[in-house]
């Protein structure tokens, strides 16, 4: 009988040493493969304005869902982006009600960025007779927005300075 026993702790130690081998190299693999983006907001806790959701839509426009938390309804007039590589700035004025959500939405956006990001975000609004309020709060995701082409001056363009 004590060699039922033992031969168990030995099995025990064989293939549990095994079990911690396979835990150590699994875990070093994935560090390195498993780089995937995960998308989150933070921050916007006990705020009157916070972002619920948001996303990349089939014709590549950045939504962003907005939730009012206070008790009448705000008007939000921008949404305002900004990381490492400059500001971006969503202009989508919308009155939300008390309690309610609405999506405001910007044009090109990229969903499969290169690299996962953090975007500082400040929502602007405004509460009843408080006007130029912010959120402020952060949100992480691969989207990126590409480089626009800055626009064309206009044919037949003249200044003339007197």
């Known amino acids: 009988m004590s060699f039922k026993g033992q031969s ?10 095994m079990l911690i081998a396979v835990s150590i190299v699994s875990g070093a693999i994935y560090s390195v493969v498993g780089t995937n983006c995960v998308d989150n907001t933070s921050g916007f806790i006990g705020q009157s ?28 007039s921008r ?10 700035q969503i202009y989508d004025p ?21 690299e996962c990001r953090t975007y500082d975000v400040t929502i602007r609004y405004d509460l009843g007779p408080l ?13 990126d927005f590409p480089d626009m082409d800055a626009p064309s001056a206009p044919n037949n363009f003249n200044i003339v300075l007197e």
Do not use: H, K, M, P
Request: hydrophobic content about 35%; glycine content about 8%.
């Open 8 to 17: 168990a702790i030995e099995y025990l130690f064989t293939y549990g040493w």
């Open 131 to 143: 006007d130029n309020q912010q959120a402020s709060g952060s949100l992480t995701s691969d989207i």
């Open 49 to 76: 304005v916070a972002i619920e959701n948001f996303g990349v839509d089939t014709d590549n426009n950045l939504d962003v869902v907005v939730r009012n938390n206070e008790y009448q309804q705000v008007n939000v």
């Open 94 to 114: 919308t009155t939300i009600q008390s309690g309610s959500t609405a999506v405001l939405s910007a044009n090109q956006a990229d969903e499969q960025g290169s």
């Open 79 to 88: 949404i305002v982006l900004e990381d490492d590589d400059g500001t971006r």
